[in-house]
């Protein structure tokens, strides 16, 4: 008898299951029934098994080199190769993986981060976002620009590392002013007229949403919106 033998012999489920299957008499739905409840445990076994060894991975995490910098802001960020240098060898001890899926369609842009165990379970958050619009680019360069940006967010959002695109006070002032609800709808409706995403307005500015961008930055984005749009009209 061979070891793998030996370990499948050892599961009494599996062992219940083959003397199911000998017996003729028993209706197909019950050896149905006992295969259906083999899967659901060996499923809910395979998702203990990932939460215990993503947790033990988690709190061996390195911090994230900062190899970038905002040219608006002056603030460093990590990219995305430092993301995954700083974090792939981390996720290999423990059997883990982290690699993204995306899906293009027009100039909407989706991507996937997934973490996934060697025992099958994963877990996985998506965000979207519309085709980068830099006048610099080419189609295919605008693509790959979105791409490696929604790529940089869902890989630290899933493995719960900071970035450095943060908002911090520090420095800044804690009473810094932000947007009202008048300047927010104002802010998304132009950009929204210039065909330009607001997460790469948010990311000029250094925050993550438009609710935390600082309100004396307000009449400049709307200016390079309005700019965006003349160049798009004249070209």
């Not at 988690?58 to 910098?69: A, D, Y």
């Not at 993301?83 to 690699?99: C, E, K, M, Q, W």
Request: with cysteine; proline share 3%; charged share 25%.
């Amino acid at each position: 008898m061979t070891k793998e033998t030996q370990i499948v012999a050892a599961d009494p489920m599996v062992s219940m299951i083959e003397r199911v299957a000998m017996d003729p008499n028993l209706p197909i739905e019950r050896l149905t029934t006992l295969m259906d409840m083999h899967e659901r445990m060996m499923k809910k076994g395979s998702e203990q098994t990932f939460n215990r060894v993503f947790a033990e991975a988690m709190s061996e995490m390195p911090n994230v080199p900062r190899s970038g910098q905002n040219n608006h802001t002056k603030q460093r960020y990590s990219t995305l190769d430092d993301l995954i240098i700083a974090t792939r060898p981390v996720l290999s001890r423990h059997g883990l993986s982290l690699n993204w899926q995306t899906t293009a369609s027009g100039n909407e842009y989706s991507v996937s981060a997934i973490v996934r165990h060697a025992d099958g379970h994963s877990i996985s958050t998506t965000l979207a976002g519309a085709r980068d619009s830099g006048k610099s680019m080419n189609t295919l360069q605008a693509g790959g620009s979105t791409e490696t940006y929604l790529k940089r967010y869902t890989g630290f959002s899933i493995l719960g590392l900071a970035s450095g695109d943060e908002v911090d006070d520090d420095g800044r002032g804690a009473d810094t002013k932000m947007l009202n609800e008048d300047q927010i709808t104002a802010l998304a409706a132009k950009a929204k007229e210039a065909a330009v995403d607001p997460s790469k307005i948010c990311l000029a500015a250094g925050v993550s949403t438009l609710d935390q961008f600082p309100a004396s930055q307000f009449d400049a984005a709307m200016k390079r919106l309005d700019k965006n749009m003349e160049a798009k009209t004249n070209a």
